[in-house]
């Protein structure tokens, strides 16, 4: 990506009069591209950027036009000018930097996977919480018309019920080491997972109620990750069924040799009416419908940058008091399938998402004092989750 500059919206805002004044932390590609669409946005400017890294904190504060920048987050993160933080560093990491900015008012957009553990994301949503402050999660893809386009059209319908998702993710081992790091980013299961199994619950309308995995480290034996003391499972089959009686899978592998990339193809919604390939690109997304009788039919497309409508969408979010439309109840609930399809792995059986009966109780009691939106979203996922298990219908 170009990182000589970055244009700034039209608006004549400076970084003192910009109603949002960002600080970003973690200058590789997600802060980078974090960066510029906050620029582009009329009411914000990216005031601070920080990484470990010198030469990277210099290099996105140069496209900035910034004249410093810092290694410390807490230096950064912790101006007074700052109201609003994109969280852009290693997974692990995402938790602490979130609590230590929502202790301090500021408003969070972290990326995804929320965190590596069920702990460090409800210290995310407690901290926002009870500082009154937003916490968005990087999903991009429900902030594409044709993801609400797609959810609608199942909803009527057009595909018939029961449906069965598909998604196959296979590459060649990850340049950047950490994602194979079971510490650092987790593996593909956490790390491409979570886009999926939040984006099952958003298209199947419906909770996650049981989930099954195998899995595999085929990258385990090569000397380019020898260095990482736990290496992630890299390869998996993922099997998620739905309180809707919709299963989801997701099929992966980011342990193949250097060289072995197999051709990409669209996620497939299969149904009793045919079969919708699904295409999530930066800057296309459309959904084509194959129905009887082998006719295509182009059920929605979108030529927008996900990026820019997720950050104009959280910034929307602040500026009017409105709940993130990915916040931290969906990024905790997708986090819990991947977390769950990694235990599934382990133990060889598969994980019903029960959990969520004690989540219930966390919930009611660090929001004693009052729901708000978010809040009560997650209440009710929890609630629903709860019921389902009594009653037993699944
Ligand atoms: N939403 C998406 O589509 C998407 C795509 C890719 C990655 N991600 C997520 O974004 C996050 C970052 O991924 P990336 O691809 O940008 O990685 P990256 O390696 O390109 O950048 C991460 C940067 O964080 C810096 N860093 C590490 N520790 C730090 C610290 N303590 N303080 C400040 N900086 C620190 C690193 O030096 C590096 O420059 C990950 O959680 C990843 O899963 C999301």
């Known amino acids: 990506m170009n990182t000589d500059s970055f244009s700034t919206s039209a608006s004549t805002l400076t970084s003192t009069s910009a109603p949002l004044r960002v600080c970003v932390v973690g200058c590789g590609m997600m802060g980078t591209i974090h960066a510029q669409r906050w620029n582009a946005l009329p009411d914000a400017r990216v005031v601070a950027v920080v990484d470990i890294k010198p030469d990277r904190a210099e290099r996105l504060a140069n496209a900035c036009g910034l004249d410093r920048w810092y290694t410390d987050y807490r230096e950064a993160v912790g101006r007074d000018d700052v109201n609003v933080v994109s969280v852009c560093i290693p997974t692990y990491l995402h938790s602490e930097v979130t609590v230590f900015a929502a202790e301090r008012g500021k408003h969070v957009l972290a990326e995804k996977p929320m965190a590596l553990t069920l702990d460090g994301a409800d210290a995310m949503i407690e901290a926002a919480a009870r500082n009154r402050v937003k916490l968005g999660i990087g999903f991009m893809r429900p902030y594409s018309p044709v993801q609400e386009q797609v959810r609608?059209?199942?909803?009527?319908?057009n595909?018939?019920?029961?449906?069965?998702?598909?998604?196959?993710?296979?590459?060649?081992?990850?340049?950047?080491?950490?994602?194979?790091?079971?510490?650092?980013?987790?593996?593909?299961?956490?790390?491409?997972?979570?886009?999926?199994?939040?984006?099952?619950a958003r298209l199947f309308d419906a909770e996650p109620v049981e989930v099954f995995a195998a899995g595999h480290k085929l990258a385990a034996g090569r000397p380019e990750i020898s260095h990482i003391a736990e290496v992630a499972i890299d390869t998996a089959t993922v099997v998620v069924r739905y309180a809707s009686g919709d299963t989801g899978t997701f099929v992966c592998s980011w342990g193949l040799p250097p060289g072995v990339v197999p051709p990409g193809g669209p996620d497939?919604?299969?149904?009793?009416?045919?079969?919708?390939?699904?295409?999530?690109?930066?800057?296309?997304?459309?959904?084509?419908?194959?129905?009887?009788?082998?006719?295509?039919?182009?059920?929605?497309?979108?030529?927008?940058?996900?990026?820019q409508a997720?950050?104009?969408?959280?910034?929307?979010?602040?500026?009017?008091?409105?709940?993130?439309?990915?916040?931290?109840?969906?990024?905790?609930?997708?986090?819990?399938?991947?977390?769950?399809?990694?235990?599934s792995v382990r133990t060889g059986k598969s994980v019903c998402l029960a959990g969520?009966?004690?989540?219930?109780?966390?919930?009611?009691?660090?929001?004693?004092?009052?729901?708000?939106?978010e809040e009560r979203t997650l209440l009710h996922y929890a609630s629903h989750a709860a019921c389902q298990l009594v009653e037993g219908d699944w």
């Open 310 to 343: 997720e950050i104009a969408s959280f910034a929307r979010c602040i500026i009017e008091d409105q709940p993130p439309v990915a916040g931290g109840a969906a990024g905790r609930a997708a986090l819990h399938v991947a977390l769950a399809a990694v235990e």
């Open 159 to 200: 595909l018939g019920r029961p449906l069965a998702y598909h998604s196959l993710d296979a590459r060649e081992l990850r340049p950047k080491r950490e994602m194979h790091d079971a510490n650092a980013n987790g593996g593909p299961v956490i790390d491409m997972g979570v886009h999926l199994f939040d984006g099952w």
């Open 356 to 373: 969520d009966r004690q989540l219930l109780g966390q919930i009611n009691e660090a929001c004693a004092d009052g729901l708000d939106e």
């Open 152 to 157: 609608a059209w199942l909803a009527a319908g």
């Open 268 to 307: 497939i919604v299969f149904g009793p009416r045919g079969a919708l390939h699904l295409t999530y690109s930066m800057t296309h997304q459309e959904a084509r419908w194959l129905r009887e009788g082998g006719m295509w039919e182009t059920i929605a497309t979108c030529d927008e940058d996900m990026y």
